[in-house]
């Protein structure tokens, strides 16, 4: 368990999850949730280590804190990401009732929030979180494109 640990640093730690994710083959994303000032999940992308298309970070690091509180909802808990979530996962974080949202780097590709979709703003949306993003960008972005460029 991490304690004491300010908004920045929690997504000190996604990064760094997203980098051992992408040192593992996969896209690298990292995601960690916090409840009370304390870490209780973190996950990078898993979709080729479990063959899973919904193995995206913030997928594995939800299930993750659900089981750990023993409840669906995550009402009281705050979920930091590197990217902007996807149309999935951003459904997924309105489902489960995240308080507040804070995300590294802008996907105009494939998000859903400040991109595409834009899910939270959409009328079948029942629970939108607070938004934050920016948090971590240059090296959310930074990590992306080295990935991308390594595969090219
Ligand atoms: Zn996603």
Redesign the pocket.
Known sequence: MIRGLKGPSFMDLALKTAENAGKAGEVPIGCVIVRDHEVIATAGNRTLTDYDPTG?A??VALREAAKKIGSERLVDCDLYVTLE??T??AGAISFARVRRLYYGAADPKGGAVESGVRFFASPTCHHAPEVYSGVGESEASRLLKAFFRERR
């Open positions: 995206h913030e997928i979530p996807c999935m996962c």
